[in-house]
């Protein structure tokens, strides 16, 4: 077996308990939002790219959450939440794909050496996700990984394994069958592996 | 049964994934944390401003029900109290013999009958002394 050096600092149990901590049943909605918000911005954040869209999906998941579950049990926020987060950030990829085309129709989107810019996103001026990270570069590593794999796998993947949601509930919040979930969470990790070499 | 055991590989990029991802959340910009908590408050806000907005909506079909409930009685109370005094009339003039003092219209009345009325009063208060004396003998 190959020995693998801890990714902690400290116990390397550390993320699990983080996780059932960050995963208790919240005594209110407000609770459940405030634990949850800053996970939800970096999960939005990994699927767009952008960290203005990633705010404009978390919004957005938490009005409609409020608006149409608050009277939902506690612990059947999770899955929906996750399930309305996952459904506005495909949103905004498709919106975002067809504003690409329609600035493509334009003759726009193309700098000097013929590269692809962006066109009417403004600047992102505020500090970067990663100033702060100790762990900056693997996070950026994982990232870039993660941004590679098809979206059903990069679904699964967030889901399942980064939030720690059970198959049922993955499946619940992505829309599909179970085994779908497992069939889509088994492409990712072999892809991660192999995208990931430097993490071994 | 025993679960299947996973691959101590992958069993570690799952964990070092996780606690990157939990790190980064933990970890994120004041500046954004800032924005989050704010879009919180705001969807929890418009929450509460819908739930009291509530019966205030609830009054505005209610008031209107009201509304055409009046409506409709004002047009259907005329009518319930016009019903008798027609079917009274139309019975007064099914039979006139039942009461010939009064004609059930005036208007469609012999006009000659008011013409003389001190006369007939004469006649009638006549005719009962003339009766009694009729009697008395």
New interface residues.
Partial sequence: ??S?AS??STN?L???L??EE?RATPAS??AF??QT???A???AEMHLGH?EDA?DA??DA??R???HY?DKPAAEWAPLFWGILRRRIVDLQRRRKVRSIVVGWLGGGRDDDGDEMPAWDPADT??G???????AQ??AD?AVAVKKLPQRQREA?MLR??E?LDVAETAQAMGCSEGSVKTHLSRA?HH??DH?EE?? | MNAPKKD???Q??????????????????A???G???A??R???Q??QA?EHAHPVRMLLPAGAFAVLALAVTMLWLPQQHGAPITSASSTSAASPEADSYLPPDAESADPKLYQNLDFYGWLASNDGQSSGTTTSQ
């Fill in positions: 077996m190959t693998m990714p902690f390397p550390q993320a699990d983080s996780l960050a909605l407000d939002l405030a918000e800053r996970r911005f970096r999960m960290r705010l978390v919004q938490m009005l959450l409020v608006k608050r505020g500090p996700p990663l100033d702060r990270l100790q762990d693997s996070y994982m993947f394994v980064l720690g990790m991660l592996r990931l993490w071994r | 101590p590989e992958l570690y990029l799952e964990q070092r994934a996780r606690a990157l991802y939990l790190k980064a959340g933990a970890q994120l910009d500046h954004t944390a924005r989050l908590r879009a919180r705001e969807a929890l418009a929450a819908k």
